[in-house]
């Protein structure tokens, strides 16, 4: 099972705890850690990705291990502790003002 930490605005909006565990079939990258997250709460489904292109809404980012893995490729696989449920995969909501 893979855990992901869900924002606030995301748990209201989808009625999701803060943190999921996840069934993911194949490897375990981030494409398909969201489209189990999606599959599972699909109220969630274009709030974290763009319906159409997929990609990563802008003020949303992903950790995992400390990492920011943002800007990495969807298909990568994640570190093995994301994998073995050890760490968990965060979803963040960034914080935009002036």
């Known amino acids: 099972m893979v855990r992901v930490v869900v924002p ?3 748990r209201t909006l989808g009625q999701v705890p803060a943190e999921v565990a996840l069934e993911v079939k194949g490897p375990v990258t981030q494409r398909t850690i969201l ?3 999606e599959s599972k709460y699909p ?3 274009g709030t974290i990705r763009d319906h159409v292109t997929k990609k990563r809404r802008a003020l949303v980012r992903f950790y995992a291990c400390s990492e ?3 800007n990495e490729p969807m ?3 994640l570190p093995e ?3 073995k449920g050890e760490e968990p995969y965060l979803i963040v909501a960034s914080i935009a003002g002036g």
């Open 75 to 77: 298909d990568a696989p």
């Open 68 to 70: 920011d893995l943002s």
């Open 35 to 37: 489209d189990a997250l």
């Open 43 to 45: 109220a969630l489904c």
């Open 8 to 10: 606030s605005p995301l």
């Open 81 to 83: 502790a994301v994998a």
